[in-house]
């Protein structure tokens, strides 16, 4: 006699969980957020942060007051707990009993400032036992008037200091609270569970709404911020991109004449050695292979439509053309050279003419209708560069630009490629000075200018 054995397979939870209702779904996800916030860590450590003193009207108050400033909101929950208690002192007829009221009106009260979630199920007990302790003395069932504001506190400062759906949560548990009590105890003269229901809904709604904005807002400058720094993250890849353009056309430019002279150099000798020809011919073969390799590395930053200007590229004996230019659009720019003039590698007057054209355009965008000037300064071991604009006149037909401050990120990012040193600011008389300073390295020694920095 054989026997069988059935197998029954058991399916995974998550297909136990598509199999059933949409409703289901929605009353299990409900119970779980009603768990998650009234019941686990009831009794979790939670104090109630100071209050921020850093706005317009903190700003205002003295050095003292400040630092009392940010305990306002613990001294108006004290202060409504403390109101709580009087008005269960002066609705009861004295003795132990009216101290024991005040106590239970004024502990849950207290206990938001550390426990909120506690001090909500500590406000329903208070009842509770304020209610039965106090039976005879006050028609209303199941709020005295002491419970009944403590209660309403308890909401409103748990509500603040949670989230909307423990808000929900607290209103529904309430209400739930005052039908049992309501129906339970049916005796009474009259009842104040829909007075607390109403009152409590209106706070709750408005806290809610509060939280709702302060989300909204925190959201937008979050969205904001981030914006703001994925722009500027652009803009420097893009000034990047482009200043690895120009090094690229300013080097390929020098190795490419550094391949043709060591090739034509042997002819211009008559009867070279061999020694010679093999030298000239390594250098040579070197040329040509840092420029492919240049070419290579630094080609991939150029644009699909970049297409390599044929014009050279402009140096500082082109700034007077560029500063006619500028005066044609009604900008007053003066300029001044102090230091012998001399010729400095290409990559450094590159950079120090495009700066001063960025930093003349921030004048023409941000302040219209105000004077320049352009200093010049060849300094021993360096190029100084100053570009100070005046002030906007006041009553000006033309409105500034609003700008987020590439032009000054482009700026930053040149003089770090040449290892140099860049400062800008307002002015004391209302204008706006960029400073730079460019380090040009000693004769012979050109070549560590680009070192590391291609």
Request: one cysteine or more.
């Given at each position: 006699?054989?026997?069988?054995?059935?197998?029954?397979?058991?399916?995974?939870?998550?297909?136990?969980?598509?199999?059933?209702s949409p409703e289901f779904r929605l009353a299990a996800g409900a119970l779980r957020g009603l768990r998650e916030d009234l019941f686990r860590e009831v009794l979790a450590y939670r104090p109630m942060p100071r209050a921020a003193v850093d706005g317009?009207?903190?700003?205002?108050?003295?050095?003292?007051?400040?630092?009392?400033?940010?305990?306002?909101?613990?001294?108006?929950?004290?202060?409504?707990?403390?109101?709580?208690?009087?008005?269960?002192?002066?609705?009861?007829?004295?003795?132990?009993?009216?101290?024991?009221?005040?106590?239970?009106?004024?502990?849950?009260?207290?206990?938001?400032?550390?426990?909120?979630?506690?001090?909500?199920?500590?406000?329903?007990?208070?009842t509770t036992v304020t209610a039965v302790a106090m039976d005879g003395y006050w028609g209303v069932w199941p709020w005295l008037p002491g419970s009944f504001l403590s209660h309403l506190t308890v909401l409103t400062v748990v509500a603040i200091r949670t989230r909307p759906r423990t808000a929900a949560w607290m209103w529904a548990i309430t209400a739930l609270y005052g039908f049992l009590a309501e129906n339970g105890f049916a005796w009474h003269e009259s009842s104040d569970v829909a007075p607390m229901l109403f009152l409590s809904a209106l706070i709750l709604l408005a806290v809610t709404v509060r939280h709702t904005h302060r989300q909204a807002r925190q959201e937008v400058s979050a969205q904001q911020t981030a914006t703001a720094h994925e722009r500027s993250?652009?803009?420097?890849?893009?000034?990047?991109?482009t200043i690895a353009r120009e090094l690229h056309d300013v080097?390929?430019?020098?190795?490419?004449?550094v391949a043709i002279q060591a090739e034509a150099a042997p002819y211009r000798v008559e009867n070279p050695p061999p020694e010679l020809e093999q030298a000239f011919a390594t250098i040579r073969e070197n040329a040509v292979a840092a420029l492919t390799e240049l070419r290579?590395?630094?080609?991939?930053?150029?644009?699909?439509?970049?297409?390599?200007?044929?014009a050279p590229q402009p140096t500082l004996a082109d700034l007077d053309t560029l500063l006619a230019n500028v005066r044609e659009t009604?900008?007053?720019?003066?300029?001044?050279?102090?230091?012998?003039?001399?010729?400095?590698?290409?990559?450094?007057?590159?950079?120090?003419?495009?700066?001063?054209?960025?930093?003349?355009?921030?004048?023409?965008?941000?302040?219209?209708?105000?004077?320049?000037?352009?200093?010049?300064?060849?300094?021993?071991?360096?190029?100084?560069?100053?570009?100070?604009?005046?002030?906007?006149?006041?009553?000006?037909?033309?409105?500034?630009?609003?700008?987020?401050?590439?032009?000054?990120?482009?700026?930053?990012?040149?003089?770090?490629?040449?290892?140099?040193?860049?400062?800008?600011?307002?002015?004391?008389?209302?204008?706006?000075?960029?400073?730079?300073?460019?380090?040009v390295p000693a004769p012979g020694t050109d070549s560590e200018l680009f070192e590391g920095r291609t």
């Open positions: 006699m054989t026997e069988t054995t059935t197998h029954t397979q058991t399916p995974p939870p998550q297909a136990e969980d598509r199999a059933r317009p009207v903190g700003r205002m108050l003295p050095g003292r007051l400040k630092e009392y400033a940010g305990w306002a909101p613990h001294i108006a929950v004290g202060a409504l707990g403390g109101l709580a208690a009087l008005v269960s002192l002066s609705r009861t007829y004295g003795g132990v009993g009216a101290l024991l009221c005040a106590l239970l009106a004024l502990a849950p009260v207290l206990l938001t400032l550390a426990r909120p979630v506690a001090a909500f199920w500590l406000s329903l007990l208070a993250r652009r803009t420097l890849l893009e000034e990047r991109s080097v390929a430019h020098h190795m490419s004449v290579r590395v630094l080609g991939v930053v150029r644009a699909e439509d970049y297409e390599a200007p044929d009604g900008l007053e720019v003066g300029k001044t050279v102090t230091g012998a003039v001399r010729e400095l590698p290409q990559g450094v007057e590159l950079s120090a003419y495009r700066i001063v054209q960025e930093a003349l355009s921030n004048t023409l965008r941000h302040a219209p209708g105000a004077t320049a000037r352009v200093e010049i300064a060849y300094v021993l071991g360096g190029l100084g560069v100053r570009v100070v604009n005046g002030p906007p006149p006041a009553p000006s037909l033309i409105k500034p630009s609003p700008g987020a401050g590439h032009g000054i990120t482009g700026m930053r990012e040149r003089v770090t490629m040449l290892n140099g040193e860049m400062t800008d600011g307002p002015t004391d008389d209302g204008g706006y000075e960029v400073t730079v300073f460019l380090p």
